[in-house]
Each structure stands twice: as C-alpha cells, then as structure tokens.
C-alpha cells in the first residue's frame, strides 16, 4: 500500500468497503475507526461533490450549494486570465454524471494578490459561483428533460467557523491531477483537524489543517461532521496546500471560510441580481417599435445594470453573464462580462 493510501482512500474503495465492512484490507483500517453514521454520512455528502475540468484537463474540485450554484476556487475557473471566467470551458464530473460544458454565468472576486505573497498572506478572495443551469430546481425551458440533474446541495453551512482541533475531512479530486487524466473522487479521512484559525492582514479568515490534499484539491469543502443533525456540513472551502510538503503526513493545508463570512452573503444578492437582467434581456420584449415605453424599459434596465454595478464594486466582485445586452442599450462596465 503506498503512502497516499494511508491518509485517504478513493470512491470505490469506499463503496467496497460500505458493500463489505469486513474487508480485511489495509484501507478499511481507517474507515472502520469512523463512527458507522460519519461514514455513511460522509459518502451521501460526496454526491454534491464534483471534479472540474477545463478544456477536458482537470484543474480542481467544486460542490454544490443548491439552486444550481457550484462553489469552487477563482483560480480553478480563472488559470489563463484573471480578469474573465474560464468557467463556459467547465465540465463538471459528479460521482453518477458528467455535466458537459455549456455557456455559464459566474460570480467571482478579483485578484488582488501581490507578487511574492504567500498562500496565508495573499489578499485575494479566492472563491468563485458558477451557475449550473442543468440542476437548478428552476431548471430553465430551454434545457431538455432528459438533460436535467438531481444533485443534492450543501445548503447548510456551519454558521459558526471551525474551532482548531476540530476533526475535519475533505471530499476532492487530487492526487496530482498532473499525473493523471481522470483523477478519482478522494476522501481524506485520517485524523486530520483545524490547527490554527486565523485572520490575516488583508482581511481573509482562514483555517489552517493537516487534511491530505494534492493538486486537483483546490474547491474541495472542508467537512466537519454536526453530531446533533447527524451529517457533515461545509466549515470552509480549501485552496491551497505547500507543494514542498505535500507527503509530509501533517502537511498544513488553507481554507476559507465562507460560512457566516462577507463572500458568500455578498453574492447571494448578486445572483438575484443577475435572474433579473437574464429575464430583462429577453429579445422578445424589445421588438417593439421606438415609443415611451420602450425609452421607460430601457431606462430602468440601464438603472438595473449600474445597480449590479455598484454593489460589484463595493464588494470586489466581478461577474460573466451569458446574455447579450439588448439593441439599443449602450453599457459598458469593467466588472461585468456580457455575452458578445
């Protein structure tokens, strides 16, 4: 057995041992040390857990949050240019289905990392919303049914953050995604745990943990299991792991955290924000002839953007819409990618 074997074990390794927990091989020794309910638990939370590829290469995790929304890293959807999304590239692989790539709307921060900085003391907000229309419960009309995808989503947050020593665990797809072309669902399940929680200098709330992580990693949640519900909610999201110390067995890992934290409350407004403007673009309603009506609707559309506008601003945040603007809106907005 090598050495990865011993701090993580792969989907179907886990679905072996759920099928026969008296398995006597050596990757059973860690799950039999988990509590029966933490492993099922923990295997059900994998469903909402999915591998992003780019292009067809794999570049890091994502999960589900609900209403079609994947979190993931702005580095995994942003590798070739900061300032758009790559995420209209994505193919999300979950463990029962592969969502291929498709034009996406996506909420994402700026990057605002200074050259030398490292992974605890950069300044970026490095998280990233991406909307996947094929399993939203509103699924649009235009997505056929057989293409639609029941996907359960992490809605549920911790509202609190991890505590240092708290247990924690990781559902991902690393172990070197440079390696292979088709990195398998991972589940870090040793004796990981919070070792330091902190604030750093630019306002970013981290935690630092000893859960496995290699490339391919970065979006992963980092799990902790709520004994009173009985299942495993989302403390942060992991983005970055010292590649120097990546087989050393308490290698320190970062994440984010965003549960209760100013990223993700900032973007729910934005996501409504943007199903307005979806619904304001539709060609239909501007095939009307030039009339007092249509000066008021344009008005008001153009009202909505700057509105989208401003609050983008105040929060650094930046989006890539699918939809065109309308004939005749004249916009233009650094932090607002529409479809040309």
Not at 93 to 108: K, L, Y
Not at 172 to 186: I, M, N, T
Not at 285 to 303: G, Y
Request: with cysteine; glycine share 6%; net charge negative.
């Amino acid at each position: 057995m090598d050495f990865y074997d011993k701090r993580r074990v792969t989907r179907g390794q886990f679905e072996d041992f759920l099928g026969n927990p008296q398995d006597t091989r050596p990757f059973c020794d860690l799950l039999r040390k988990m509590p029966k309910d933490q492993r099922e638990a923990l295997f059900k939370t994998g469903e909402s857990v999915c591998r992003i590829d780019i292009n067809g290469h794999p570049e890091g995790t994502g999960f589900h949050l609900g209403g079609g929304w994947i979190l993931t890293n702005q580095h995994v959807i942003c590798c070739e240019d900061e300032e758009r999304s790559n995420a209209s590239s994505a193919s999300f692989v979950f463990p029962h289905r592969t969502i291929e790539s498709d034009p996406r709307d996506v909420v994402f921060a700026y990057f605002q990392d200074p050259e030398g900085t490292t992974a605890v003391r950069d300044s970026r907000k490095d998280l990233a919303l991406i909307h996947v229309k094929e399993i939203s419960p509103l699924t649009d009309e235009d997505v056929p049914l057989q293409d639609r995808v029941c996907v359960p989503g992490l809605l549920y947050p911790f509202q609190e953050p991890p505590e240092e020593g708290d247990r924690v665990f990781l559902i991902h797809y690393g172990d070197g995604v440079e390696e292979k072309c088709d990195p398998p669902q991972q589940f870090s399940v040793s004796d990981n745990e919070v070792c330091l929680s902190f604030e750093n200098e630019h306002g970013n709330r981290l935690s630092v943990h000893t859960a496995h992580s290699r490339p391919g990693s970065s979006g992963a949640p980092l799990l902790v299991f709520n004994e009173k519900e009985k299942k495993f909610l989302v403390a942060a999201v992991h983005y970055a792991g010292p590649p120097k110390l990546a087989e050393i067995i308490d290698s320190p890992g970062f994440a984010l955290w965003y549960a209760n934290h100013e990223w993700l409350q900032n973007t729910v407004p934005v996501a409504g924000k943007i199903g307005i403007i979806h619904k304001n673009c539709d060609p239909s309603l501007w095939k009307m002839p030039d009339s007092a009506l249509k000066t008021t609707m344009r008005d008001q559309f153009l009202e909505m953007c700057y509105d989208l506008q401003q609050y983008l601003h105040d929060h650094s945040l930046r989006v890539t819409l699918t939809v065109k603007l309308p004939d005749g809106i004249d916009f233009s907005c650094e932090s607002i990618n529409f479809a040309e």
